[in-house]
Nanobody
Framework: QVQLVESGGGLVQAGGSLRLSCAAS????????MGWYRQAPGKQRELVAI???????NVADSVKGRYTISRDNAKNTVFLQMNSLKPEDTAIYYC?????????WGQGTQVTVSS
């Protein structure tokens, strides 16, 4: 099992930046895949970015060039650096871990981008 706690969300103007953090309750070195998802009001949850245990990563086309996912195994933390934010990036952002054939989720952190 693993517990995930997100932080770093908030209100920012369009064009601004935020960095989200996801702190895990155990070593993330063994977690096959970690990622960030988001859910806007009235919409389905969508994948934003993933990073594998070997370090390779990928981001959704909608955020490519603006978002970067990274991990610090020593701190058991995954980050999502979000630059050039747009109003359409407004959503609750969730951290996800895939471990032992099961998905684990954090409670989410709200990101609001004003125009």
């Amino acid at each position: 099992q693993v517990q995930l706690v997100e932080s770093g969300g908030g209100l920012v103007q369009a064009g601004g930046s935020l960095r989200l953090s996801c702190a895990a309750s155990r070593s993330i070195f063994i977690i096959n895949r970690m990622g960030w998802y988001r859910q806007a009001p009235g919409k389905q949850r969508e994948l934003v970015a993933i990073i594998l245990s070997g370090g390779s990563s990928n981001v959704a086309d909608s955020v490519k060039g603006r978002y970067t996912i990274s991990r610090d195994n020593a701190k058991n933390t995954v980050f999502l650096q979000m630059n050039s934010l747009k109003p359409e990036d407004t959503a609750i952002y969730y951290c996800n871990a895939y471990l032992g054939h099961r998905d684990y989720w954090g409670q989410g952190t709200q990101v609001t981008v004003s125009s």
